[in-house]
Each structure stands twice: as structure tokens, then as C-alpha cells.
Nanobody, 124 residues
Framework: VQLQACGGGLVQAGGSLRLSCAAS????????VGWFRQAPGKEREFVAA????????YYADSVKGRFTISRDNAKSTVTLQMNSLKSEDTAVYYC??????????????????WGQGTKFTVSS
């Protein structure tokens, strides 16, 4: 599966932004998809993940209650809706897929396919 993330840009603190991850492949609904982010000088970290059917999701504590992950398997897309943005949310965001049998996991090493990343900056 190939992934392409988009939706980055510049947003003010407290604002909202939506990132999208478009996937290729006919069996997209079998892949769990996660979002990760990497701020300058920091390691890539887990943000959120969603199961193949979209029924289950999992969030990092730092974004819980502010970010929502969802998917549309008919369109092979996963969306990350981000609200109440903070300056510490500034990063390059990546989407990734875990091949079947896929799980809701948070480790960078556990994902098999990665998109190219999209950057956004939260200005204070």
C-alpha cells in the first residue's frame, strides 16, 4: 500500500486543522493506520491510530480529547481532525499503515508503510 499525507500549513494556536492520508490498494480496510509526528530535533512519536474497520481508535495522551482520527474505506482515506492546537503540536506529520493482521499499536517500528509527511506550524 502507498500512502500520501496532505493538509499541512500554518494555523494559529487554538485553531483547527485537518490532515488527510490517501492510500492506494484494494485491501485498505485490512490495514490499521496510524499518525505520527516529528518535531525538529525530536524523535518521531505516535499520535493516533485507527483499526481497519474504523471501529477502534487509540490516541496518545498528549492529543486525547483534541484530535480525532477517522477513516473512509470507500475512499481509502484516513483523516486526522485536530482542534485546540498548541505550539507543541508543530511538527511534520506522517501516516503509516500496519499490514494485516494489523493492530492498534503505537511503535514506529510496528508500521510497515509510510507516507512522505506533511508539515504544519502552530503560531502562538
Amino acid at each position: 500500500v502507498q500512502l500520501q499525507a496532505c493538509g499541512g500549513g500554518l494555523v494559529q494556536a487554538g485553531g483547527s486543522l485537518r490532515l488527510s492520508c490517501a492510500a492506494s490498494g484494494r485491501t485498505f480496510n485490512r490495514y490499521a493506520v496510524g499518525w505520527f509526528r516529528q518535531a525538529p530535533g525530536k524523535e518521531r512519536e505516535f499520535v493516533a491510530a485507527i483499526g481497519g474497520s474504523g471501529d477502534a481508535s487509540y490516541y496518545a495522551d498528549s492529543v486525547k480529547g483534541r484530535f480525532t482520527i477517522s477513516r473512509d474505506n470507500a475512499k481509502s482515506t484516513v483523516t486526522l481532525q485536530m482542534n485546540s492546537l498548541k505550539s507543541e503540536d508543530t511538527a511534520v506529520y506522517y501516516c503509516a499503515a500496519d499490514r494485516p493482521p494489523s493492530r492498534l499499536v503505537a511503535g514506529v517500528w510496528e508500521y510497515d508503510y509510510w507516507g512522505q509527511g506533511t508539515k504544519f506550524t502552530v503560531s502562538s
